[in-house]
């Protein structure tokens, strides 16, 4: 069952989430600093493009 875009953008939102609460942390330790730039990349592919380009979402139309 696909998605839709709503669930999509709150997955990413979630993945944003963490990654303010993971700020807060120590980042002199190299696991925070992981878990940051794994959020932030499943953030960036949570939504597929395709489907926010529909939604009238996406300003930049190459990205």
């Known amino acids: 069952m696909s998605r839709t875009v709503r669930e999509l953008i709150t997955e990413a939102l979630t993945h944003l989430d963490k990654v303010q609460t993971y700020a807060l942390s120590d980042l ?18 949570s939504p597929p493009r395709a489907s926010i380009r529909r939604a009238g979402l996406l300003i930049a139309p190459e990205c």
């Open 28 to 45: 002199d330790q190299d696991l925070v600093i992981d878990a940051i730039a794994l959020r932030i990349a499943s953030c960036i592919d």
